[in-house]
């Protein structure tokens, strides 16, 4: 299950990134990673806040939020022209 999830992100970072060692892309994924935590945590903390009646202001701006940033990220890759492997 999370075997494909770690090849993709290590393809990503090859390919987008420029990680050119393993030490590099254990810096990369293990950052990534922490990013998509802290997303589950803020989702959680709101959800808990909303079943007690709460309001939750979360820690992380928008702008940085997975949902975010993930999605930027992902219309930057399909913005580009593809790229033939027989150019």
Request: proline share 2%; charged share 35%.
């Amino acid at each position: 299950m999370f075997e494909q999830t770690f090849k993709n992100i290590d393809d990503i970072l090859h390919k987008d990134a420029g990680c050119s060692s393993e030490l590099d892309y254990v810096e990369q994924t293990s950052w990534v990673l922490f990013l998509k935590y802290l997303d589950d945590l803020e989702k959680d903390k709101k959800t808990a806040a909303e079943l007690a009646g709460k309001t939750y202001k979360g820690i992380i701006s928008r702008d940085y939020q997975w949902e975010v940033w993930a999605r930027a990220q992902e219309q930057r890759r399909s913005a580009r022209p593809s790229q033939s492997p027989h150019r």
